[in-house]
């Protein structure tokens, strides 16, 4: 069974690159036909979808956070990664990263707090 977990920093200050990364396990990230997504949930917000990196390394991102945004994967590490940059209090919020599959549904991570604060 594929299980996700994030990482990354936690606080960050304003400005800077905030860099998360999704470990999977029980499964490879070049499997077919599976889209790596980032998500996050402002305090308050709802989800808000980030972009995603599918099983062949195609990315595509949310217009709104495109230029901030870049997912980029390591298949020997069997990861993921978010790398969000210019980072503001806005993009304080709990960050999920997920699998898409037309088989096999979708999952979640448990998701990490990332706090913008100087």
């Known amino acids: 069974q594929v299980q996700l977990r994030e990482s990354g920093p936690g606080l960050v200050e304003p400005s800077q690159t905030v860099s998360l990364t999704c470990t999977v396990s029980?499964?490879?990230?070049?499997?077919?036909?599976?889209?790596w997504t980032w998500i996050r949930q402002p305090p308050g917000k709802g989800l808000e979808w980030i972009g995603y990196?599918?099983?062949?390394?195609?990315?595509n991102y949310n217009p709104s956070l495109k230029s901030r945004t870049s997912i980029s994967r390591d298949t020997s590490k069997n990861q993921f990664t978010l790398q969000l940059g210019s980072v503001t209090p806005e993009d304080t919020a709990v960050y999920y990263c997920?699998?898409?599959?037309?088989?096999?549904?979708?999952?979640y991570g448990q998701g990490t707090q990332v706090t913008v604060s100087s």
């Open positions: 997920s699998y898409v599959h037309p088989a096999e549904g979708t999952l």
């Open positions: 029980g499964g490879s990230i070049t499997a077919n036909y599976y889209y």
């Open positions: 990196i599918t099983y062949s390394g195609t990315t």
